[in-house]
């Protein structure tokens, strides 16, 4: 899937859970950083792809690009597998509490916000015809529905005319569905 399916569907999943399992408290900040966080998780397992935008906001991308993509065994495997979310989960885990402020933000929901971006990511791409290689680094590769020929292509009409418009009018249809709980999310964001 394109990184743009991947944000809507990253932002889809965010708005779902935060209407399901709405936090106890949430400010400005921690909101902002969670929108933020979660298009970053969803573009984390793409990262073993030169062309993943992450790299661009690295000062001398093409030199350390070259140092570290070797470490990702090509491009939809360790990052698209549940050993890659094993490591990116504890990964987070170690890095969030470093380097963001506890006073301004909750960590926690941005750390969720994070994870569900990548998940959502994995979900994405478990409709597409390559699959998820779930259990590297064995080999095989899974996918829904479990015969590939069924699934779809990356960047053609299917994901382009479907999947990224229906989720948006998802989003719509949601957010309508779930105004009350809406409500109250921004009531939370206004009393911070
Ligand atoms: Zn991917």
Request: zero cysteines.
């Amino acid at each position: 899937m394109t990184g743009r399916t991947h944000d809507a569907i990253a932002f889809a999943s965010l708005v779902t859970v935060a209407a399901v399992s709405p936090p106890e408290h949430l400010n400005v900040a921690t909101a902002t950083a969670a929108i933020v966080g979660n298009i970053i998780g969803a573009t984390l397992p793409d990262i073993d792809q030169s062309t993943n935008r992450l790299w661009d906001f690295l000062p001398g991308r093409d030199f350390i690009g070259k140092l570290f993509l070797p470490l990702f065994l090509g491009h939809r495997n360790l990052t698209h597998s549940l050993l890659g979310v094993f490591l990116v989960y504890h990964g987070l885990g170690f890095v969030l509490p470093r380097i963001l402020n506890p006073v301004y933000v909750e960590i926690n929901i941005i750390y969720a916000a994070m994870m569900i971006g990548y998940v959502s990511h994995l979900l994405g791409d478990a409709v597409t015809k390559e699959g998820l290689p779930l259990l590297f680094p064995f080999r095989w590769r899974f996918g829904f529905p479990p015969i590939s020929a069924l699934r779809i292509t990356t960047g053609k009409w299917i994901e382009n005319i479907v999947i990224l418009p229906g989720t948006a009018a998802y989003v719509f249809w949601f957010i309508g569905n779930h105004h009350g709980d809406f409500v109250k999310l921004l009531k939370l964001i206004s009393e911070g």
